[in-house]
C-alpha cells in the first residue's frame, strides 16, 4: 500500500516561520486565514493574552491571612470572585491549596500556644502542690500548738462556786 501525499490544492501555499509550507486549509485566496489577515492573528494573541492574565486590574489584594477568620473571610470573597466573573476560576483553584496550607499553619501555631499555656498552668499547679506538701511537712510552731492541743477544762474542787479549794 503506498502513502500517498494529500492534495497540495487543499493546504495554505504560504509558509510557516521555520520555512516549511504552511498545513491549515486555505481559504479563495489561497492562503489560510491568518496568512491571509496577519494582523488579526496577533490580534487574537493579544485578546487571549488578556483573558489569560493572572493578575486582574481591579483587584483587591488578599487581606492578611494571620487567623483563621480571615482564611475564610478570603475563601468566601474567592468564591464570591470566582461567581461573579471577576476572577478566573484557575486561579481561585492555584490559591484552593495554599489557603488550606495557610489554614493548618494558623490551626498548628494555636496548639502550640494552648498547649504552652496548659503547660504554664501545669508548672504552676505543681508548685502550689509542693508548697502545700512543704507546709504539711513542717514542724508546727508555737502558735500551731496553741491550736491543735485541745483545751483543758480546770476541775472545781468540792465547793458549788468552784473558787475554794479543798482542804483535805
Do not use: W
Amino acid at each position: 500500500m503506498k502513502m500517498t501525499k494529500p492534495n497540495e490544492d487543499s493546504r495554505c501555499s504560504a509558509l510557516t516561520k521555520r520555512g516549511k509550507p504552511c498545513r491549515a486549509a486555505p481559504t479563495e485566496g489561497g492562503l489560510c486565514f491568518f496568512h491571509a489577515n496577519p494582523k488579526k492573528a496577533a490580534e487574537l494573541g493579544r485578546i487571549g493574552g488578556r483573558k489569560n492574565g493572572r493578575v486582574m486590574v481591579g483587584s483587591n489584594p488578599l487581606p492578611e491571612l494571620d487567623s483563621a477568620t480571615a482564611v475564610r473571610d478570603a475563601v468566601k470573597r474567592l468564591i464570591s470572585d470566582v461567581y461573579g466573573g471577576r476572577l478566573h476560576p484557575r486561579t481561585a483553584a492555584g490559591l484552593a491549596p495554599l489557603l488550606q496550607l495557610q489554614m493548618r499553619a494558623i490551626e498548628k501555631a494555636d496548639f502550640e500556644q494552648r498547649l504552652a499555656k496548659v503547660e504554664k498552668q501545669l508548672v504552676r499547679l505543681r508548685a502550689s502542690l509542693e508548697d502545700a506538701e512543704r507546709e504539711k511537712d513542717r514542724p508546727s510552731g508555737m502558735a500551731d500548738a496553741y491550736q491543735k492541743r485541745p483545751s483543758q477544762a480546770v476541775k472545781p474542787s468540792g465547793s458549788a462556786d468552784g473558787l475554794t479549794a479543798d482542804k483535805s
